[in-house]
């Protein structure tokens, strides 16, 4: 009687401590902080900015108002962004050149072939002073004491292209690589003076 009663139980106790830990995982999942984005707002603005400098006076020697066609290939960190960027920043560029741009390759005249050598950011720190400390002897965490401070970020662009004619496969000009880079730096000084050094055009 006694086994009985407990086969019955049982499974009604693995159901009760499914349904508490279904709550708890849930009560968990609602606590999660959102996922950091791939590049932070000045990583976007080094990039897109060093991408316009490489971008001035290219031209392509071709016929003004040909038919064009273009695309880019990479190997950087978020691939299929990056070169969906790059493409779309030369499409623009090509567009106030008086070139015609088309969506379908078949329908181009010419085909632009980008090669994307570098799309990327680096950076670093220089630091004189005392960093946080947290104890488990005192109850509160002393704060960093920065005696000098150097936030260095850099962005990278350097790209070329091949244009082909598209009818016959004939390769018609490879251009040289156009690479820039753009820079912010943010200092701090004697734990109050704060400044920072850029060549970015910055949001006003």
Not at 143 to 170: C, M, N
Request: hydrophobic share 40%.
């Amino acid at each position: 009687m006694t086994g009985t009663c407990y086969r019955k139980k049982g499974p009604l106790i693995v159901v009760a401590i499914c349904a508490v830990l279904s709550t708890g995982m849930q009560g968990c999942a609602s606590t999660r902080e959102p996922g950091k984005p791939l590049r932070t707002a000045f990583e976007q603005l080094l990039l897109s900015q060093a991408m316009d400098k490489t971008l001035r006076g290219v031209s392509l020697p071709v016929p003004e108002r040909s038919s064009v066609f273009v695309e880019a290939t990479g190997l950087t960190r978020d691939s299929v962004l990056d070169q969906e960027f790059v493409r779309q920043a030369l499409m623009l560029q090509l567009a106030r050149e008086g070139f015609r741009l088309v969506h379908r390759e078949e329908e181009a005249t010419y085909s632009v072939r980008v090669l994307i050598q570098m799309f990327g950011t680096e950076q670093g720190i220089v630091f004189i002073g005392l960093p946080p400390v947290q104890s488990i002897l005192i109850p509160f965490a002393l704060p960093e004491i920065s005696l000098y401070k150097d936030l260095h970020q850099t962005g990278f662009v350097r790209w070329s292209y091949t244009l082909f004619e598209r009818a016959t496969g004939r390769m018609i000009n490879t251009s040289p690589w156009y690479e820039a880079t753009t820079y912010y730096n943010h200092y701090t000084v004697i734990l109050v003076v704060s400044f920072h050094l850029t060549d970015l055009e910055l949001p006003k």
